[in-house]
Nanobody, 120 residues
Framework: QVQLVESGGGLVQPGGSLRLSCAASGFPFSTYAMSWYRQAPGKQRELVASITRLGGSTNYADSVKGRFTISRDNAKNTVYLQMNSLKPEDTAGYYC?????????????WGQGTQVTVSS
């Protein structure tokens, strides 16, 4: 059974930092590209960052470039999102996404999300 479980969200002041984690199970983690999405109330879900299956390439939304870093540890079946210099507009539910890399079998999966609130 494929499972993605996020953790690390919470309330933080503007300028602060948080580190989100997404623990994966039930599938061969190293064959999946992983991403973080976020969704604020009344807005569409948007891609925040993605990382290829072996971590060789990353991609970021323009709004988080230079502030957020995605990484993964395939030995621990975990993907991370380090968020620095947080702004109120980063407030959203953050969701982990896994998608089979090209040429590998499997299904796209989502975590249940973790809430990040940036407020003074």
């Amino acid at each position: 059974q494929v499972q993605l479980v996020e953790s690390g969200g919470g309330l933080v002041q503007p300028g602060g930092s948080l580190r989100l984690s997404c623990a994966a199970s039930g599938f061969p983690f190293s064959t999946y590209a992983m991403s973080w999405y976020r969704q604020a109330p009344g807005k569409q879900r948007e891609l925040v960052a993605s990382i290829t299956r072996l971590g060789g390439s990353t991609n970021y939304a323009d709004s988080v470039k230079g502030r957020f870093t995605i990484s993964r540890d395939n030995a621990k079946n975990t993907v991370y999102l380090q968020m620095n210099s947080l702004k109120p507009e980063d407030t959203a539910g953050y969701y982990c996404n896994g998608r089979p890399a090209f040429g590998f079998p499997g299904f796209e999966s989502w975590g249940q999300g973790t809430q990040v609130t940036v407020s003074s």
